[in-house]
T-cell receptor, first 116, second 116 residues
């Protein structure tokens, strides 16, 4: 299994809703990432988990809350979002953050989020 | 200062011809990695090719090759025999640091259109 899956594919939510994005990989990768991508722009890194521990938080507002329950799963909990948070949210994983391998990041198909 | 520069917002190529997408980078690290990703309109980021800073040979993967000129700090992607399915956004990215180092810095991207 060489893919990263993300659910849901599309999500529409109001500013008072609480929702979660889910990401899963079964490649044995030990680093997992959340990115936010606006249209026609490059992905912006939000969070990195390395060996299930949060290693990078790019000063993301607290209305985004990541969680890594185990080495295969990564969640992004959303609460009280703003319309400007509407974007494509991409999850990625890479092999071993402690080694000197190529460690290319494998991306999921993304969740298109619309905040009304 | 921008670390990855892609100077071509849009490129057009005829089917079956070759095309070069430009990428220059800026880093003071001796050890770094350069990546190219393809993003079709569906949204998924697809890893294409990797070049390590110590690799003496230019990387090749099928129809993709990377023209790595270290002294000029450039890592251009060459796509040979373009196909209609190559139409997509292409991102150049850099990972700095000796070991893994999880953070990728992306360029602004080049939108490639392959004409029949």
């Amino acid at each position: 299994d060489t893919e990263v899956t993300q659910t849901p594919k599309h999500l529409v939510m109001g500013m008072t809703n609480k929702k979660s994005l889910k990401c899963e990989q079964h490649m044995g990768h030990r680093a997992m990432y959340w990115y936010k991508q606006k249209a026609k722009k490059p992905p912006e890194l939000m969070f990195v988990y390395s060996y299930e521990k949060l290693s990078i938080n790019e000063s993301v507002p607290s209305r985004f809350s990541p969680e890594c329950p185990n080495s295969s799963l990564l969640n992004l909990h959303l609460h009280a979002l703003q319309p400007e948070d509407s974007a494509l949210y991409l999850c990625a994983s890479s092999q071993d953050p402690r080694s000197d391998l190529v460690n290319e990041q494998f991306f999921g198909p993304g969740t298109r989020l619309t905040v009304l | 200062a921008q670390k990855i520069t892609q100077t071509q917002p849009g490129m057009f190529v005829q089917e079956k011809e070759a095309v070069t997408l430009d990428c220059t980078y800026d880093t003071s690290d001796q050890s770094y990695g350069l990546f190219w990703y393809k993003q079709p309109s569906s949204g998924e980021m697809i890893f294409l090719i990797y070049q390590g800073s110590y690799d003496e040979q230019n990387a090749t993967e099928g129809r993709y090759s990377l023209n790595f000129q270290k002294a000029r700090k450039s890592a251009n992607l060459v796509i040979s025999a373009s196909q209609l399915g190559d139409s997509a956004m292409y991102f150049c990215a850099m990972r700095e640091g000796g070991t893994s180092g999880s953070r990728l810095t992306f360029g602004e991207g080049t939108q490639l259109t392959v004409n029949p």
